[in-house]
C-alpha cells in the first residue's frame, strides 16, 4: 500500500465518527456545570461592581457548557470539526467588557469549557481552584490610598498661603495641582493624602478668604 492510499485511508477514516459513548459525554457536560456554577458564585462574591450583572454571570456560566459541548462535537467528527471553525471564524462579538474583571472571568469560563470539552478534569478542576487562590490573595493585598483632591474657592492674594499651611498642618504629602488667579479671585487645587479629610476640611474652610471648600476622592487608579 502507497502513502497516497495510507493518506486517502486516513481522511476517510476522519469522516467517520467518533466513538463517543453517552456516559462521557455525561460526564463532561456534569463537570462543566459544576465549574460553571462554581464560576458564577465566586464572580458573585468577587465582584465590587455597584451595577452587577446577572445577566452576564448567567451567560458567562453558560458560555463553559457551550464551549465542551462545541468541543466534544469537533472530537466526533472531521466534517463538523471544519465547519464549526468555519462558522465561529465569521461571528463577530461587539459587546464592550467596561470592567478588566468581567474579562477575566470571561477568559475563565471559556478556558473551563476548553479543557473540559478535551477531557482534562482535573486541570480544569485544579486550575480553577487556583484561580480563586489568587483572587482572594490578591484582593485582600493592602493598596496605597487613593489622594484626596482639596478643591478652594476664594477672594485673598493671600489664599493659597493660608491653605497651604493648614494642608501641611494635617499632612506632609501634597502637590498642589491647579492654581486660576482672575480679579482678586482664586482657584486652588491640592491633591492630598490624609486619613482623616474631615478635620482638614473644617480647617480650611475656617479660614476667612475661603469663600467654598471641596474635598473629593475617587476610585479610579492611584499613581505611585
Not at 491647579?178 to 480647617?203: A, F
Request: charged share 15%; aromatic share 8%.
Amino acid at each position: 500500500m502507497s502513502f497516497t492510499d495510507l493518506f486517502k485511508n486516513s481522511v476517510v477514516e476522519g469522516f467517520t465518527n467518533a466513538d463517543i459513548s453517552l456516559s462521557k459525554i455525561l460526564v463532561t457536560l456534569g463537570i462543566t456545570v459544576v465549574l460553571a456554577l462554581y464560576i458564577f458564585a465566586i464572580y458573585r462574591l468577587a465582584t465590587k461592581s455597584v451595577f452587577y450583572s446577572k445577566g452576564f454571570a448567567i451567560s458567562m456560566a453558560a458560555i463553559s457548557v457551550i464551549t465542551a459541548a462545541i468541543l466534544i462535537a469537533m472530537q466526533s467528527n472531521l466534517v463538523i470539526s471544519l465547519g464549526m471553525v468555519g462558522a465561529l471564524s465569521i461571528v463577530r462579538f461587539r459587546t464592550a467588557i467596561k470592567d478588566p474583571m468581567d474579562l477575566l472571568f470571561l477568559f475563565w469560563s471559556i478556558g473551563v469549557g476548553i479543557i473540559c470539552g478535551a477531557g482534562l478534569y482535573s486541570v480544569a478542576i485544579v486550575g480553577s481552584l487556583v484561580v480563586t487562590v489568587v483572587l482572594l490573595v490578591l484582593s485582600l493585598t493592602p493598596v496605597v490610598r487613593a489622594p484626596f483632591l482639596l478643591v478652594v474657592n476664594g477672594e485673598d492674594e493671600e489664599l493659597e498661603k493660608a491653605v497651604l499651611a493648614a494642608v501641611e498642618h494635617h499632612t506632609r504629602a501634597y502637590r498642589v495641582k491647579s492654581r486660576n488667579r482672575s480679579r482678586g479671585h482664586m482657584d486652588l487645587i491640592v491633591e492630598v493624602r490624609v486619613k482623616e479629610g474631615g478635620d482638614l476640611l473644617r480647617e480650611v474652610a475656617a479660614i476667612p478668604s475661603v469663600e467654598e471648600a471641596s474635598l473629593l476622592s475617587h476610585d479610579g487608579e492611584t499613581t505611585f
